[in-house]
């Protein structure tokens, strides 16, 4: 199955954005750059927010209903009862580094893609809230769009400078 999260509880996106979180904050993170914060804010908020600090930015900037599996068929729950599968989505996340160092930015971004690579099915103790104990897996797959499509996404963040990023499908 490629990138997808089966909706259990309405908790299921905040659960998988701090799932991500916690597997960055949780890596020893050895190497050149020093270990970022890890923030949910917008380019925009964080263009505004003044900080120096290193950062990177797990913005979630889409959501939507898995095409492939939005009309499995109804799980039989006995022989008179049938139950709605359950709702498949799909999140695109912008990644990107921030620094006062430019060359900086470039070790963040490329730790996060090494930590989400050597991590891309996540399940077990991984998972956070409403997700941890269950037997859900939450697959990180980098999603190859467009310059035209990345250009369109910075757009809608007014006032602010494109920056290196990368999308991932989770």
Known sequence: MKGKQKVSEFTVVGDVGETLKKLLEDDP??????KPEVT???PKEIKDDGGSTNKVSLFLYQIYENPHLRNEEPLRVNDSHLRTPPQVLDLLYLVTPYSDDKTQEKYI???????????????????????????????LIINPITLDDLTKIWSAFQDVAYRLSVSYLV
């Open 109 to 139: 971004l490329g730790k996060v893609m090494q930590i989400f690579y050597d991590n891309a099915a996540l399940g077990g103790t991984v998972l956070q809230g409403g997700l941890a104990g269950s037997d859900e897996e939450i697959k």
């Open 40 to 42: 949910f804010k917008s």
């Open 29 to 34: 993170w050895t190497g050149i750059a020093p």
